[in-house]
């Protein structure tokens, strides 16, 4: 009975997600472009970058010829890339949060920059340094492929509602994590249900693109990503989280 409960409630927090995506798509798309930038910007970096499933990666095994001068340069692109990004993330959750709250986009929006996006530039810089150092410790392991992805999903659900912990509820980085894990370990069969959907997504965007001409096709698919798919996973987590506040029901 508890598995069929959360099924209906997990059904009824995607039909909501997907009607409001749909009614305020315009507006989550313009706040969304941004995002496909920021992930470009990557892209015109010295360092070893590539583009891979929609995705801007460094290449593992030229870490060791990086220069201190191209660290550098990577570490500021990188922190003004993820700025751009938190940004953009903290402006879709307001759409959700102004429906929930009755508050005035536009005001919102014009306060964000100091009141939210910081602290999600913040707290997205800790996820990825964690996940960076991560990858240095399994470094050449030999188990390498296949503990790297198992810990740092782990790690990535421990962090799986930060950005609506932020904006919805106000906290603060440390507290958002302490949220979003709380959010996780009740609702963990959520979590699980969204990597389905996200999945799902990325392979039906990505027969999309792969149909493309092949010099097209990563770039679509990035842009798929960025304006389309991860703002409709944003606002599906943040009506998710929205969840424990019994007049969101």
């Not at 009975?1 to 315009?26: N, P, Q, W």
């Not at 030999?142 to 950005?163: A, D, E, R």
Request: charged share 10%.
């Amino acid at each position: 009975m508890a598995v069929t409960k959360i099924k209906s409630d997990f059904t009824r927090v995607v039909e909501h997600a997907t009607e409001f995506y749909l009614s305020r798509m315009g507006m989550i798309i313009l706040f969304s472009i941004p995002c496909f930038f920021a992930f470009l910007i990557p892209l015109l970096l010295p360092s070893p970058t590539y583009m891979s499933l929609g995705g801007v990666f460094i290449r593992g095994g030229s870490i060791p010829s990086i220069t201190s001068t191209d660290w550098a340069i990577t570490a500021i692109a990188y922190l003004v890339s993820i700025f751009i990004i938190a940004d953009s993330m903290v402006n879709v959750s307001l759409i959700v949060k102004s429906k929930r709250t009755l508050t005035n986009i536009s005001t919102e929006v014009l306060g964000a920059m100091g009141k939210y996006a910081i602290k999600v530039w913040m707290a997205t810089i800790i996820m990825s340094l964690a996940l960076a150092a991560l990858f240095l410790a399994f470094y050449e392991h030999p188990y390498q492929s296949i503990l790297y992805p198992i810990v740092s999903l782990v790690l990535m659900t421990l962090f799986f509602f930060f950005v609506p912990a932020i904006v919805i509820d106000g906290h603060e980085t440390l507290n958002a994590f302490r949220a979003s894990f709380s959010v996780v370990m009740a609702k963990p069969l959520f979590v699980i249900m969204w990597l389905a959907i996200a999945l799902a997504l990325f392979l039906i965007f990505g027969m999309i693109a792969y149909a493309l001409p092949t010099f097209l096709t990563q770039y679509t698919l990035l842009l798929f990503n960025s304006v389309i798919i991860l703002p409709f996973l944003l606002v599906l987590s943040t009506q998710m989280y929205m969840e424990k506040y019994p007049l969101s029901k």
